[in-house]
């Protein structure tokens, strides 16, 4: 690992390498955090990539395989299928020779999760060449960074500070139904209300 910090050209490079595999082994995936927000917003350069993905745990174990045969780091099968799944904690995935790293979710089949990438859509990701990729909604990308913010009991301000910016470009063409129910649903809606008054003020 050589500590250096990516560059973009090497983040892009990472990025796209991840969403080659996973559209070779036909996996639905969808990019959320803040490269996500950053989509539906303003552009600023990310060190890393969130994106979840449906599959069980042969998928699992393939996709494993993959990262692996092109010497990045992945968290070994047996930590995923024993500790990570469980608690639902992400996959990482860390390039150390640029720095580069992802953060995997295995999307649950039920809730939030089973809603969010039934509503995922393709974006333009990259030009020169053009890449296309699957991003969460933005009204999912919002609401799992309500909830993110909520468990690192307001620690991570990032999170409320995309949500502002989404907010700025987006207003009133975010579904507020969906974001209020399904905020009801994580315990998150007083949160959602008070970033909503700050923004509307």
Wanted: glycine share 6%; net charge negative; hydrophobic share 40%.
């Amino acid at each position: 690992m050589t500590g250096n910090e990516p560059s973009p050209h090497d983040q892009e490079t990472f990025n796209r390498l991840l969403i080659a595999l996973l559209e070779n082994l036909e996996l639905p995936y969808a990019i959320g955090g803040s490269l996500a927000a950053m989509s539906y917003s303003e552009t600023r350069f990310t060190k890393d990539i969130d994106l979840m993905f449906e599959g069980g745990e042969t998928q699992i174990a393939e996709l494993i395989s993959a990262v692996e045969s092109l010497q990045i780091y992945v968290d070994p099968l047996d930590t995923v299928l024993e500790f990570n799944l469980p608690k639902q904690l992400p996959i990482n995935v860390l390039d150390g020779s640029y720095g580069t790293r992802a953060d995997l979710y295995i999307a649950r089949s039920y809730g939030l999760d089973q809603t969010a990438m039934s509503r995922r859509r393709e974006r333009l990701m990259y030009n020169n060449p053009i890449l296309n990729a699957w991003y969460l909604s933005p009204e999912d990308v919002i609401l799992y960074k309500l909830d993110y913010f909520k468990q690192s009991e307001g620690v991570s301000q990032k999170h409320p500070i995309d949500i502002a910016k989404m907010l700025g470009v987006l207003g009133d063409q975010l579904d507020f139904n969906y974001l209020d129910h399904w905020a009801q649903t994580l315990g998150v809606l007083d949160l959602w209300h008070a970033l909503l008054q700050e923004f509307r003020k």
